[in-house]
């Protein structure tokens, strides 16, 4: 398969499992599957954790380029992520007060010789990254069919 221009991804079943998708960029391809608990054949991260890793990778990586603009000694920032279904009455913070929504829990381990006030900031942060902004924007999602 030719690999998109820069900024488009293409997901084609590859005909090896049930629900495998290959997913091409202008310069990568990967495996994107469910776990064969849900008939897929695992041969790849399901979505979800796809979606939990384009957060966690954008947080590190705004955490680091803050770091080294600003020369806080952050050696490493480690994000561990969830995500899950929770009721809306449940959430404090959220406008939507019925009904399920998804939740996502993120946890960031700093690593480093920091201080109180240069951890308080790259929490800050870590808010600021783009997929984060992104999750908490409002999101319009167009749909078409081509190839007719």
Do not use: F, W
Request: glycine share 8%.
């Amino acid at each position: 398969m030719n690999h998109p221009e820069p900024g488009t991804v293409v997901v084609t079943a590859t005909g090896d499992g049930t629900y495998t998708q290959q997913v091409t960029t202008a310069t990568h391809t990967l495996l994107v599957d469910e776990p064969v608990a849900v008939g897929g054949v695992d041969a790849g991260p399901n979505p979800y954790e796809l979606l939990l890793a384009s957060l966690g990778s954008c947080t590190a990586i705004t955490l680091r380029m803050y770091a080294d603009r600003k020369g806080i000694p952050l050696t490493r920032a480690t994000i561990r992520l969830r995500h899950d279904r929770i009721h809306a009455e449940d959430c404090e913070r959220c406008e939507t007060e019925r009904g399920m929504l998804s939740r996502i829990t993120r946890e960031i381990e700093l690593d480093g010789d920091l201080d109180d006030d240069q951890r308080a900031r790259l929490m800050l942060i870590a808010d600021k990254c783009p997929v984060h902004r992104t999750l908490s924007s409002e999101i319009a999602i167009e749909t078409r069919e081509t190839g007719r």
